[in-house]
């Protein structure tokens, strides 16, 4: 690890993250629970660029994963890495902001195995869609 201490790389790797988990783009704000600071690639030390930040499911579901097939080929794809990908180009929101489509291999293959799109996230999607507070700019 750097010279920064614990505290002060979780403080960063939130402010980072605009408090937003890396993955699905929740915001600690409406979730009212705490984030996870995450290891992209498991075992590897916990540089800044090994550390996302992640809404307690997307790290649940993502466990130890760094990768997983795509729906759609079957070919076994690297999951999505915050550190070196750009959220955009992987995923968009459909349904008024309450689904997250993979776009590529990669965003796919994300979307189903942190469970992006289960029942009950989509359900409370709705209502922060309703009161202005998703999805994020």
Known sequence: MSNLSWAATVRRVHERAAYLCEYCQTGQRVTGQAMHVEHINPGDDNDLDNLCLSCPS?????????????????????LFNPRR???????VWVQDGTLIQGLTPVGRA??????MNRIRIVEVRKIWV???EHPPN
């Open 110 to 115: 994300t979307v189903v195995r942190l469970r």
């Open 58 to 78: 997307c790290n649940l579901s993502k466990a130890q994963a760094t990768s997983a097939p795509d729906p759609e080929t079957g070919d076994i794809v690297s």
């Open 130 to 132: 309703r009161t202005g």
């Open 85 to 91: 990908q750009v959220w955009s180009e992987h995923f």
